[in-house]
Structures are given as C-alpha cells and as structure tokens.
C-alpha cells in the first residue's frame, strides 16, 4: 500500500496525473474518505489527463455519469446514495460494473456501501482529511 500525503491542490493534481499515466483499461478504481475530502477533485484530474473535454462534476444525484477520454470509456459512479449493494442491480449498473470491455475505467466514490459485490481486484483510495489543506492518500492496488 503507498501512502502519499498532499499538501495542496497542485500536489493532488500531480499525483492524479501520475495515477492516470498507470492506467491501462479494465481497471474499477474505489474511492472512499469523507465528505469534503477530495474524492471528486482528484476524479476530475485524472478525467482531465486521461482527455475529458468535458466538464467533471460529482454524480451524487445521477449516481453515474459517463466521459470519452482519448483511449477509454470512463464511468463516475457515486453511490452515496444507495441504501444497499441491491440497489446496483435495480438501477441497471450491474450493466457498467461486470461489463468485462477492457476499453474502459470504472471511479465509483463511497465504494464501501457495495463493497461486497464488487471484485477482489479492485484499486482501492482512502483519502483522509489532515487539515484544511493536507490529505493522506492511502491507495492499495
């Protein structure tokens, strides 16, 4: 597991930037921390560097949103919302989930709610709130 800590928005976008570079398709990356701490900001980055034109907002009313980046198909879920991993397949996102195309990038925020249906082999980011401006990103591949 590496632990980075970051001490500001320039330094978040650095480390997005590094994350996206590694990035080969297929991958669901988990994101979990609490509100305020990042989640989003640092989704947005990578988007960006993956080549989203697009503006990147949060999904938390539409629970997923859907970008083209250069190479891959990215889906943004938040699933904040949802009272159980059930609800995944109420709403169709199973579709998105175990969809095996390994053209695309699944960032799913507050993970920790379907966590048990999920795969083992997941990228896992907990992102801690230090301070107003530090944060510790946790990320286990």
């Given at each position: 597991?590496?632990?980075?800590?970051?001490?500001?928005?320039?330094?978040?976008?650095?480390?997005?930037?590094?994350?996206?570079?590694?990035?080969?398709?297929?991958?669901?990356?988990?994101?979990?921390?609490?509100?305020?701490?990042?989640?989003?900001?640092?989704?947005?980055?990578?988007?960006?560097?993956?080549?989203?034109?697009?503006?990147?907002?949060?999904?938390?009313?539409?629970?997923?949103?859907?970008?083209?980046?250069?190479?891959?198909?990215?889906?943004?879920?938040?699933?904040?919302?949802?009272?159980?991993?059930?609800?995944?397949?109420?709403c169709g996102l199973d579709e998105v989930l175990f969809d095996e195309n390994v053209n695309k990038i699944i960032f799913i925020e507050w993970s920790e709610k379907i966590k048990d249906i999920l795969p083992s082999d997941c990228i896992e980011i907990k992102?801690?709130?230090?301070?107003?401006?530090?944060?510790?990103?946790?990320?286990?591949?």
């Open positions: 597991m590496d632990k980075i800590e970051i001490e500001s928005l320039n330094m978040t976008e650095e480390l997005a930037k590094k994350f996206a570079n590694l990035l080969s398709g297929g991958e669901i990356i988990l994101l979990n921390g609490d509100l305020g701490a990042g989640k989003t900001t640092f989704v947005k980055s990578v988007l960006k560097t993956l080549g989203v034109k697009d503006v990147v907002s949060s999904p938390t009313f539409t629970i997923m949103k859907k970008y083209q980046g250069k190479i891959f198909e990215i889906y943004h879920l938040d699933v904040y919302r949802l009272e159980s991993s059930d609800e995944i397949y109420e992102i801690s709130i230090i301070d107003e401006n530090k944060r510790l990103f946790e990320i286990k591949r």
